[in-house]
């Protein structure tokens, strides 16, 4: 692992942890530009009633007022969860240089998993991807959110 990684990561799994606290599904995410954060978030579908108010959703669109550009060149993504088709394809948009990931979604992904957007020849971006980062800590906290609604 990426030493740099843990410390963004850690703060994403606490958006994951804030997520759940508030009924959304544990997912959290942050943006880093420069070593700082700029933009921190977790799932809010159920609150805003936003089917696209994904983690990776909700901070580039903060990031992106943050610094005033739809592209976000140089920064860095962190989120728990490999990224769906919508926040994969959202980060190409973005421009965004790196993705870091914890857990794989064989189910949901659109990375490593399923369609494996940045390797179709559609793709215009496809930044550089990092997984397993913190994976058995972001795989636990989905499965006992979703044990418990068993």
């Known amino acids: 692992m990426n030493a740099f990684a843990s410390g963004p990561m850690q703060a994403a799994l606490a958006e994951a942890r804030a997520a759940a606290e508030r009924g959304e599904v544990p997912i959290g995410a942050v943006i880093v530009r420069d070593?700082?954060?700029?933009?921190?978030?977790?799932?809010?579908?159920?609150?805003?009633?936003?089917?696209?108010?994904?983690?990776?959703?909700?901070?580039?669109?903060?990031?992106?007022?943050?610094?005033?550009?739809?592209?976000?060149?140089?920064?860095?993504?962190?989120?728990?969860?490999?990224?769906?088709?919508?926040?994969?394809?959202?980060?190409?948009?973005a421009r965004l240089r790196r993705l870091y990931y914890a857990a794989a979604d064989p189910k949901g992904g659109a990375v490593e998993s399923g369609v494996r957007l940045y390797s179709q020849p559609t793709c215009h971006h496809a930044p550089e991807v990092y997984d397993g980062i913190a994976a058995a800590e972001a795989a636990t906290m989905l499965r006992d959110f979703f044990r418990q609604r068993r």
Do not use: Q, W
């Open 35 to 93: 070593g700082a954060v700029i933009a921190a978030d977790g799932n809010r579908t159920l609150e805003l009633k936003d089917p696209t108010a994904h983690a990776e959703m909700l901070v580039i669109r903060a990031a992106a007022a943050a610094i005033g550009s739809e592209r976000l060149i140089g920064c860095d993504l962190y989120v728990t969860l490999e990224p769906c088709p919508m926040c994969a394809a959202a980060i190409s948009f």
